[in-house]
């Protein structure tokens, strides 16, 4: 079964500390996101990957870093938290429409992190 | 760059009632438009999906017809249940990229 998997689930953290939250997934997608969700702003996209190695910049990715060491997994990285990166954070894999069978990203279970 | 807008950020309905929730986008690539339900504390799940000009997309009770003349996808139910009650996100497809850029989302609430 096609499946997403992030951890932490749950992380808190501290100002100016380094937070990496990973993803990984088992379905063979080219693509990789990662969004975070805020009240009254929907999902942004932070950064996306095509395939491993490659990272490119979605529109919100100031203040993180994105990590492709191989198909199945992706991190985002805070180097210096803020409080103002406190959210929910998703992980998603899919391929691009025309490119596969799975023309929508699968979404991961979320980690929730908050910055103090 | 891509651009979806959901007019309503709150909709509140009883049971039994139909329900229509707007989206509209703006693309200069091929539109690929998706539904995406999320319920409280969990991921977004998909819901519809449409590529087609003027084919009705349907599942789960809940349907949605692509126009790209007037670049909307609207997602209707002819009747809502208490289990709909959920926050709906309309999503626009880069068909190159597979970049997903979302609307803000509509919170659908059904009263007994």
């Known amino acids: 079964e096609a499946a997403v998997t992030q951890s932490p689930r749950n992380k808190v953290a501290v100002t100016g500390g380094k937070v990496t939250l990973s993803c990984n997934q088992t379905n063979n997608h080219n693509n990789m996101y990662w969004y975070r969700q805020d009240t009254g702003h929907g999902l942004r996209l932070i950064h996306y990957?095509?395939?491993?190695?490659?990272?490119e910049k979605g529109d919100i990715p100031d203040g993180y870093k994105a990590s492709r060491p191989s198909q199945e997994n992706f991190s985002l990285i805070l180097e210096l938290a803020t409080p103002s990166q406190t959210s929910v954070y998703f992980c998603a894999s899919g391929d691009a429409p025309g490119q596969g069978d799975n023309q929508a990203p699968l979404f991961g279970e979320g980690t929730r992190l908050s910055v103090l | 760059g891509d651009s979806v807008t959901q007019t309503e950020g709150l909709v509140t309905l009883t049971k039994g009632l139909p329900v229509m929730l707007n989206c509209t986008y703006q693309?200069?690539?091929?539109?690929?438009l998706f539904w995406y339900v999320q319920h409280l504390n969990e991921a977004p799940k998909l819901l519809l999906k449409s590529s087609t000009d003027n084919k009705r997309t349907e599942h789960q009770g809940f349907y949605a017809t692509l126009h790209k003349s007037s670049s909307s996808f609207h997602l209707q139910k002819s009747s809502v249940q208490l289990s709909d009650s959920a926050l709906y996100f309309c999503a626009l497809s880069e068909t190159n990229t597979g970049k997903l850029t979302f609307g803000d989302g509509t919170v659908l609430t059904v009263k007994p």
């Open positions: 693309t200069t690539y091929s539109p690929f």
């Open positions: 990957s095509y395939g491993a190695g490659s990272t």
